[in-house]
């Protein structure tokens, strides 16, 4: 390809609107480009690394089995009513209405697409395991998109759905995909934690993991044991815990205590003093629309994936000041969980406390000598918070650390959750009609390529992996004509009857600037024709390194089908 001839718009100057490295770096490399928020435009150069890592996901999926098709993205609201999460997805979800008047949602995924086009033509059990998978565009209308492709409105994702007739089916087919996975996150060049995750609203019955790359912008926190191999998502890990001996003192009963204008824990806590320990926060959620009450110690937060699951809740928010105002009858922090009606789960470090203080559901009034199980109720403890770094491994007891990480693949078994509730079932062998147990398998495919040149960058710019580079080589001659040119364009002929895909920069620039852009989008070779073409010698650089070597063509060519072949 000659690069005077391609749509490849560099940036000198930092776009304002990016606050992460690679969101800088693939505007300015010419990658993407902003339509709205959350919504890009491929340019030539993005388009190339995209198909490379949709590429090497079919080589995969093909691998592990699974079959190509592509599904639409206007999907009837009756699916979505008949599944019952219409109604539980808010804004979040994008309906339209066609001519007629008829209700559409924008997929922001498929399961109720594949589950009845599988029902619709599946019967018999003989027809089973089947998985089928896209790669095709999402619509999510995130609050706050942002970091460029790594949270977009409309993104591309490879998305998978597996039908067995048992749980072992299940269990085989889960494990095919995992094992595809981790080839697709070497296969990108990924550093990368395969994490127990939370099944969140897809609720699924069985095991789930996320594939979370590592990155200090990464969105989630990956637990992971310095001792043992046990990683998980913030969302799902769990803490080394065991109940402490039931305390045997009397506590004198509840009294309330005025607490004027004390409106926040640290305020509480400051006026309790090292009581800060006895402390229980009770916060206010809306569970798919319902109130529940959550009561976690003053020195935790809690865990939201942890309670939605426990709800079994699709969405799960924080209550806001005016609804916490009306389900406890005082504004937000004086609740407590003495004589709330509302669902009250209780994390288990928090039932063990022998007493505690707590919000006295009055304005300027908190209670003490709170006890767990006398003065509220402790059937639904259970495990609420989220996981401290100086938390002991719960395998191991060994110490945890946290990791940022992005999210780029998610794989589900979901069980009969979809199967069951649209009447996807299969006649078994004894002639018997049963739920298909399913699995679902998510990647991110543009939400990669952010994660990519987040792993993979220096301050001259990206430094693709040679897999997923949009080029092979970048040939550049100093010169338009005489020896560089004429040596440069048998080097480009040569290199590309050998399959290299080769970016030719016949430009009329400085060298100066064609090694700035060459260094800004990263090709994994660049190659310079100066003034030793006389000599037939050619300077052969890897991006990745910083050494130059002088080569004669052929020397050059053998080190890039080397390179190419590995
Ligand atoms: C919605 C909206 C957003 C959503 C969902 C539904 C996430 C939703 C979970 C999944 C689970 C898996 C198949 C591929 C892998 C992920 N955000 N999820 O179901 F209506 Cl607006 O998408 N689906």
Request: aromatic share 6%; charged share 30%.
């Amino acid at each position: 390809m000659k690069q005077s001839t391609l749509f490849l718009p560099t940036l000198r100057e930092v776009p304002a609107e990016a606050e992460t490295a690679s969101h800088r770096l693939m505007l300015r490399a010419g990658l993407i480009r902003p339509l709205a928020a959350g919504i890009y435009s491929y340019l030539p150069l993005g388009r190339k690394v995209l198909r490379k890592v949709e590429e090497l996901i079919r080589r995969e999926m093909e691998e592990a089995g699974a079959q190509e098709v592509l599904l639409p993205a206007m999907q009837p609201a009756e699916l979505w009513r008949e599944s019952g999460r219409y109604a539980v997805y808010g804004p979040e979800l994008i309906r339209l209405t066609d001519r007629h008047g008829r209700e559409f949602a924008l997929g922001p995924t498929h399961e109720e697409v594949i589950t009845t086009l599988v029902r619709d033509e599946i019967g018999s059990y003989r027809r089973l395991p089947l998985t089928l998978y896209q790669i095709q565009t999402k619509f999510r209308d995130e609050r706050r998109p942002r970091f460029g492709l790594l949270r977009g409105r409309e993104f591309l994702m490879k998305d998978a759905y597996s039908f067995d007739t048992d749980e072992a089916g299940l269990d085989l087919t889960y494990w095919r995909m995992e094992e595809a996975y981790h080839r697709i996150m070497k296969g990108c060049g990924l550093r990368y934690r395969a994490v127990e995750a939370d099944s969140g609203s897809i609720g699924g019955e069985g095991g789930t993991h996320e594939f979370m790359a590592l990155a200090a912008i990464g969105e989630d926190t990956v637990i992971s044991c310095t001792a043992c191999d046990y990683a998980a998502n913030l969302e799902k890990a769990e803490a080394a815990w065991t109940a402490p001996e039931a305390p045997v003192r009397e506590v004198p009963a509840a009294e309330r205590w005025h607490t004027p204008g004390v409106r926040t824990i640290a305020e509480l806590t400051e006026r309790l003093g090292d009581e800060a320990n006895h402390l229980l926060k009770t916060l206010i959620y809306l569970a798919d629309g319902q109130p529940a009450a959550v009561v976690v110690r003053g020195i935790h937060e809690v865990n939201e994936a942890k309670v939605r699951a426990a709800l079994g809740a699709e969405v799960l928010e924080l209550a806001d000041a005016e609804t916490t105002q009306r389900v406890t009858g005082a504004p937000v922090g004086f609740a407590g969980p003495v004589g709330l009606q509302v669902p009250l789960l209780v994390d288990r470090e928090a039932a063990a406390l022998a007493e505690g203080i707590t919000g006295a559901n009055e304005a300027d009034w908190h209670l003490r000598h709170v006890v767990p199980g006398r003065d509220f109720t402790l059937e639904r403890a259970g495990d609420y918070r989220n996981v401290r770094e100086d938390d002991a491994c719960p395998r191991c007891g060994g110490a945890l650390e946290g990791h940022r990480g992005i999210e780029v693949g998610h794989v589900f078994k979901l069980g009969t959750k979809y199967s069951a509730k649209l009447g996807a079932v299969f006649t078994d062998e004894t002639g018997e009609e049963r739920p298909m147990i399913m699995g679902c398998y998510g990647i991110g495919v543009s939400r990669i390529l952010s994660a990519v040149v987040e792993q993979h960058h220096d301050e001259q710019g990206i430094v693709w992996p040679q897999g997923l580079a949009p080029f092979d080589v970048h040939l550049i001659p100093l010169a338009q004509e005489g020896a560089s040119a004429e040596l440069a364009s048998r080097l480009y002929a040569g290199l590309r009857s050998k399959g290299a895909d080769v970016l030719l920069d016949d430009r009329a620039e400085r060298p100066g600037v064609k090694f700035k852009d060459a260094d800004l989008i990263g090709l994994p070779v660049r190659i310079v024709i100066g003034r030793d073409a006389a000599e037939g010698l050619v300077e052969y650089k890897e991006r990745c390194s910083k050494d130059a070597v002088k080569l004669t063509v052929e020397e050059a060519m053998e080190r890039v089908l080397a390179l190419l072949a590995q």
